[in-house]
């Protein structure tokens, strides 16, 4: 039989948006800035940034958390928005952490706007999904593996991925460093006649992010139930039939 795959992404944007007045000794200055809320890392980070003002002048974008931080100065245009991307975050924080972006509007040396919000960093900056040809096995079947890896720009992921195999009691019993082909890993994965029955667990990680999928292992066959009855002078079969039995743990 032919194995029947199906694959269904979903990815969701989270941004943030934040806005103001200044107010200096003329004049009332409004501006605009809004970007991602969630930080990736190796992944730009891009920002909009509109100031409704009759003058051009600067903006001033950092990103980061103690020595760790990256910035951008771009030119704007009155009443244009303009698009800062700012170089990856290092991937040394951990899931989580917490990073100031502040922003800066300038008209020559003057500070017109700033603003400081928090935005949080995530080492997550690949989608995988992993699939199996069925959901449940049988001791000495073969399991077919896909794991297709996608970048949040939505193009293949080619770089390492490193595949493994858990039992229900958590050991790893095979594990595999492969090298997407156009962001799509294949591989077989034979269970012995003595499986473990249960859950099993086929785990990808991608640059230390790891993403997991269950099958389970079962046994099922035909039972041969033989009925007897006493008759008083001891025990006599009076049928057999078969029952179709299944078990799951």
Not at 68 to 96: A, H, M, R, W
Not at 131 to 139: A, M
Not at 219 to 248: A, K, M, P, T, Y
Request: aromatic residues 8%; proline residues 5%.
């Amino acid at each position: 039989m032919n194995a029947i795959w199906t694959l269904a992404v979903c990815f969701k944007v989270v941004s943030f948006a934040v806005s103001g007045r200044t107010q200096n000794s003329s004049s009332a200055t409004l501006y605009l800035v809004s970007g991602p809320e969630v930080v990736h890392a190796g992944t730009p980070t891009p920002l909009a940034v509109t100031v409704f003002g009759d003058f051009p002048g600067t903006v001033t974008a950092e990103l980061g958390r103690g020595s760790t931080k990256v910035s951008l100065t771009e030119d704007f245009q009155e009443g244009l928005t303009s698009v800062l991307t700012l170089p990856p975050i290092p991937d040394s924080l951990t899931q989580n952490s917490l990073l100031n972006l502040t922003v800066r509007g300038y008209k020559g040396n003057t500070v017109i706007f700033t603003n400081t919000t928090t935005l949080t960093f995530s080492p997550r900056n690949v989608s995988t999904f992993i699939q199996t040809d069925r959901s449940r096995y049988h001791p000495g079947d073969a399991v077919k593996v896909r794991a297709v890896c996608v970048q949040l720009d939505n193009h293949p992921y080619k770089d390492r991925v490193d595949l493994s195999v858990r039992d229900p009691s958590g050991n790893i019993v095979d594990r595999w460093e492969s090298t997407p082909n156009l962001g799509i890993v294949l591989r077989e994965f034979p269970l012995s006649q003595t499986a473990a029955l249960g859950r099993w667990v086929i785990a990808a990680t991608v640059n230390g992010v790891a993403d997991e999928k269950q099958f389970v292992v079962e046994l099922h066959g035909n039972v041969h139930i033989d009925l007897f009855q006493n008759n008083g002078d001891g025990l006599c079969s009076i049928g057999q039939f078969e029952d179709r039995r299944h078990w799951l743990t």
